[in-house]
C-alpha cells in the first residue's frame, strides 16, 4: 500500500497502521474475501481502527458509534459481529474494508 508521506499520523509511525493492515489481509484472505479494492477508501478505515486501538485499546469500528458501555461495545470491534452477514447480504461489511470477491473491483 502507497501511503502519502506528508499524511503520515502517529498512528502509523508507532507501527499499529502496519499491524492492522497486516492483520486484515489475513483475516480477509482466511475468510475467502478481500480489502477494499480502492486504497483511498482502505486506508481511512485502517487508519480509523488504528485510531480507535491507540485511543481505547481495541479496534473499534471507525464506522460504528461507541455506547461507553464496554459489554455492549465489543460488538464492534473489528471484526464486528455484524460484519458476516453484511458481507454475504451485501457484498461488503458496513465500513467497507471486506468484501466478497464476488463483489466487482470498482465499488
Given amino acids: 500500500m502507497v501511503k502519502d508521506s ?3 499520523s502517529s498512528v502509523e509511525e508507532d507501527g ?5 493492515l ?9 475468510n475467502g474475501w ?5 486504497l483511498k477508501k482502505l ?3 485502517i487508519r480509523g481502527l488504528a485510531r480507535n486501538q491507540r485511543r481505547y485499546g481495541l479496534r473499534y469500528c471507525p464506522c460504528r458509534l ?22 454475504a447480504r451485501d457484498g ?9 470477491l ?4 470498482s465499488v
Fill in 6 to 8: 506528508a499524511k503520515t
Fill in 66 to 87: 461507541r455506547s461507553g458501555d464496554a459489554v455492549a461495545d465489543r460488538e464492534i470491534v473489528c471484526p464486528c459481529i455484524f460484519h458476516e452477514g453484511e458481507i
Fill in 16 to 20: 499499529i497502521f502496519d499491524e492492522i
Fill in 34 to 38: 478481500r480489502l477494499n479494492p480502492e
Fill in 102 to 105: 464476488k463483489t466487482p473491483e
Fill in 22 to 30: 497486516t492483520w486484515a489481509e489475513a483475516y480477509a484472505r482466511e
Fill in 92 to 100: 461488503s461489511c458496513h465500513c467497507n474494508l471486506f468484501f466478497s
Fill in 43 to 45: 486506508e481511512v478505515v
